[in-house]
Each structure stands twice: as C-alpha cells, then as structure tokens.
C-alpha cells in the first residue's frame, strides 16, 4: 500500500530532492520548512503532476509547529509510516567566534528539532506497530573537524538519541536510522547548490536514494547507518 512521510526541511537542497524521489513511489508527502519556500516545492511537484502532498510551514525546533505538523499530516492522510528528519543548519568558524545565541540555534534545529519530531511521531507508529524513522546527520558525527565544534557537537548528539531510540523502539515494529553523508552540494552553511568548485561534491540525488532505500527496506530489515563521502573527499576512519 502506499506509504504517507513527513519530510522536515523540503524547502530546498536534499529535502526538496528527497520528496521528488518519493513522489515517484507514490509515496503520500507532507513537506515541512520554515520559510514560506515550501509552498513551491510542492506546487512543483503538483505542477508535474504529483497530487498526494501538503506544504507545511512550521519551525522543527517549536513544539507547537511540531504539533501543527503531526495533526495536519494525519487530517489530510489518517496515518504516518515515515519521517525524515531532514531539516538542519551549519556554520564553521573558530570556537572562541561562536556565540551564545548561534550556539543555541543550532542545538534547537539540528537536535531539539530531531527529538521534538521523532516524540510527536511516535504514539502514532506505536499505535499501527509500524513506522520509520530516518535521519539525516551527518559524517561528522563519527569524527571532528576544526572550526565545527558547534556542528559536529549536534550531529554527535544526533547519532546518539537515534541510537538510544532505535533500541527503545523496536519492539514496537518502529526502524530508526542515521544516513552521515559527507560534504553534499546543497544551499548548506549559505553557500549555493550547483558552484562549480563543488562539483566533485555529493549530489542531492545520492543521499535522497539512500533515503528511499533504508525507507523501502523490507519490514524484517533494518538499515540502522548509512556513511556516504564523495570520493574526492578526505576522512579519517
Ligand atoms: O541544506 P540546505 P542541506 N525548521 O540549507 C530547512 C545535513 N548535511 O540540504 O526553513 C524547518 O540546502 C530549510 O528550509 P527553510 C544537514 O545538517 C548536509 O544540505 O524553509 N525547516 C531547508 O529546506 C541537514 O540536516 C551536508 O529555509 C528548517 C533545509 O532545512 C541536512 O543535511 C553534509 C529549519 C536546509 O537545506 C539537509 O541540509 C552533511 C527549521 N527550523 C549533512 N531550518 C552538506 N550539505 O554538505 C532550516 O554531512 N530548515
């Protein structure tokens, strides 16, 4: 049967790309990001077509934007199998330059934002003892890098509440994975999709197949990681 996924952060760069390849599995879309953006994304998708998705502009890292988000998904669909928590931020300069309040930010998005989605799904997957759960974090959450402490810190923090949760949930038929992609040519940390010094980079494309991937697992396998870097890339292992 058709399957119903909310993917957070669909306004631009892997979320946008990540809901035009379910889209072409008929799978039933509820976009989320925080700017008004969103709404063209699925116009696009309508316009090519594509009937089955709501955009929903709400800001992950706010409870009440997360409740907004679970209720309107369920009015327009009764049921949720999959949530990419996509949405993130980045920035990268020395520690002693980061403030208080950017450090806060990136906290709220990249990990309050993650637990905040991942709680509200949950009663819901229980319920129909089914559901994945998939996260976009990061390769850094597996190795630090210079002038990221900030970054790397919420990607750490990431990989950990999948970890706990993952275990908390599976007897409850609910798949909890991480995909820790390295450097991907998006609009990430204000930079530009499509910059020619990036075309070495990893496309959109390969991380949202991965996502379509872990989420089409059959129902007795779980993809718990996938790490991507492109090969031109350096990384420790
Ligand atoms: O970045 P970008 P990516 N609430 O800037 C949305 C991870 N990653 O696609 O809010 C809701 O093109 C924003 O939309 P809007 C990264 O950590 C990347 O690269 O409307 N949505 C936009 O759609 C992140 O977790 C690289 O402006 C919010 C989207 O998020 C994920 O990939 C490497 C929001 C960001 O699109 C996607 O990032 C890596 C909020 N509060 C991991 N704040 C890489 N690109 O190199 C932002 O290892 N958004």
Same mark, same amino acid.
């Given at each position: 049967k058709d399957q119903i996924a909310i993917i957070t952060g669909?306004?631009?760069?892997i979320g946008r790309e990540i809901a035009q390849q379910f889209s072409k599995e008929n799978t039933k879309l509820s976009l989320v990001g925080s700017s008004e953006e969103i709404h063209k994304t699925a116009g696009e998708l309508k316009e090519n077509g594509f009937e089955h998705v709501i955009s929903i502009q709400a800001d992950v890292s706010k409870e009440d934007d997360v409740k907004k988000i679970v209720d309107e998904t369920l009015s327009a669909y009764?049921? %949720? $199998?999959i949530l990419v928590n996509n949405a993130g931020v980045g920035f990268f300069k020395p520690t002693e330059e980061v403030t208080a309040a950017e450090w806060k930010n990136i906290f709220d998005v990249n990990v309050q934002g993650v637990f905040l989605c991942s709680k509200a799904v949950l009663p819901h997957m229980k319920e129909q003892k089914f559901g994945t759960i998939i996260t976009i974090s990061s390769d850094v959450a597996r190795y630090t890098i210079p002038n990221g402490s900030a970054y790397v810190a919420t990607k750490y923090a990431v990989q950990g509440f999948c970890g706990s949760l993952a275990q908390e949930v599976r007897e409850y038929g609910i798949r909890v994975g991480t995909i820790n992609p390295g450097?991907?040519?998006?609009?990430?940390?204000d930079s530009q999709q499509?910059?020619? @010094? =990036? @075309? $070495?980079w990893l496309k959109v494309e390969d991380i949202a197949k991965s996502v379509i991937y872990m989420a089409s697992a059959? =129902?007795?396998?779980? %993809?718990d990681e996938i790490k991507i870097h492109p090969f031109a890339q350096d990384y420790p292992i």
């Amino acid at each position: 049967k058709d399957q119903i996924a909310i993917i957070t952060g669909a306004s631009r760069g892997i979320g946008r790309e990540i809901a035009q390849q379910f889209s072409k599995e008929n799978t039933k879309l509820s976009l989320v990001g925080s700017s008004e953006e969103i709404h063209k994304t699925a116009g696009e998708l309508k316009e090519n077509g594509f009937e089955h998705v709501i955009s929903i502009q709400a800001d992950v890292s706010k409870e009440d934007d997360v409740k907004k988000i679970v209720d309107e998904t369920l009015s327009a669909y009764g049921r %949720i $199998d999959i949530l990419v928590n996509n949405a993130g931020v980045g920035f990268f300069k020395p520690t002693e330059e980061v403030t208080a309040a950017e450090w806060k930010n990136i906290f709220d998005v990249n990990v309050q934002g993650v637990f905040l989605c991942s709680k509200a799904v949950l009663p819901h997957m229980k319920e129909q003892k089914f559901g994945t759960i998939i996260t976009i974090s990061s390769d850094v959450a597996r190795y630090t890098i210079p002038n990221g402490s900030a970054y790397v810190a919420t990607k750490y923090a990431v990989q950990g509440f999948c970890g706990s949760l993952a275990q908390e949930v599976r007897e409850y038929g609910i798949r909890v994975g991480t995909i820790n992609p390295g450097m991907v040519d998006t609009y990430f940390a204000d930079s530009q999709q499509g910059l020619p @010094e =990036k @075309e $070495d980079w990893l496309k959109v494309e390969d991380i949202a197949k991965s996502v379509i991937y872990m989420a089409s697992a059959p =129902k007795h396998m779980l %993809i718990d990681e996938i790490k991507i870097h492109p090969f031109a890339q350096d990384y420790p292992i």
